[in-house]
């Protein structure tokens, strides 16, 4: 199985994926985490896309269909979170392999600020959460790790991050309509609400 997981920035993209993966045995691909990555252990190409990142911008198409194709070439089931997410990107994909099923999270833009200015990820195991669902603790639920901020969860680059989807990756959905294999799901729901819709739509 193939599958393209579209949404604006704080749409549920990462939090569905964790799902979806464990469900139904996919490779899940976050161009996101492998960018943090890279930047974290000052590779090459992170040192080129920290400055990307920082702004909230997006890192050139190049750069990123090239990790993705790397990343992608011996694996037959994957789940692509924040990628494709230009037209060019979705290009490149058709030319190196046919996706199955896109599915669009669907959300008003009012909830997004809220979501991504208080996310909190976990240090130790990656696990994603909100400050609402913490009742004050400062540590993971999942493992007891420290919690932190990402670095572009901030107002003025979420706002960025905004304008970018709207002018860049928000014509995808367009793009994969008239493919046939768009399925939009309403994310402004409990996150356990909105996995049962993907896991029906995915389970036919
Ligand atoms: P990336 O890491 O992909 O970030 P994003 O698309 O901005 O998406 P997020 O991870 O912020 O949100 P999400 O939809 O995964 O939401 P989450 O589940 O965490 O990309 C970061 C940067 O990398 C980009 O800006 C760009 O620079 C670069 N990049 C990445 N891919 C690229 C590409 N293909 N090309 C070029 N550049 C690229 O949820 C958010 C919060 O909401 C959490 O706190 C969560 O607990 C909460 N939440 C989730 N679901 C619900 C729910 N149903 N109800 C209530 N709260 C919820």
Redesign the pocket.
Known sequence: MKIVLL???????????VKISARFNVAHI????L??KNIKESTELGKK?KE??DK??????EL?IALVRETVKEIDSFLF??????IE?AKAVDDFTEIDKVIN?DINESLLME??T???VCGDCAA???IT?LNGADKCGVCGGRLLQ?A??NQATVKS?LD??VKQTAPLIEYYKKQNKLVNID?????AD?FKDIESILKQ
């Not at 976050?30 to 985490?33: I, R, Y």
């Not at 994310?187 to 996150?191: D, F, N, P, Q, S």
């Open positions: 949404g604006a920035p704080g749409a549920g993209k990462g939090t569905q994926a976050s161009t996101g985490d960018l943090r896309a990307y990142v909230g911008l997006l890192v050139p198409d990123v979170d924040g990628f494709p997410r230009t990107q999270l979501r991504l208080g996310r909190r994603v959460t909100h669902l990402r572009d969860d991050r970018v989807y994310a402004g729901r409990e996150a909105v």
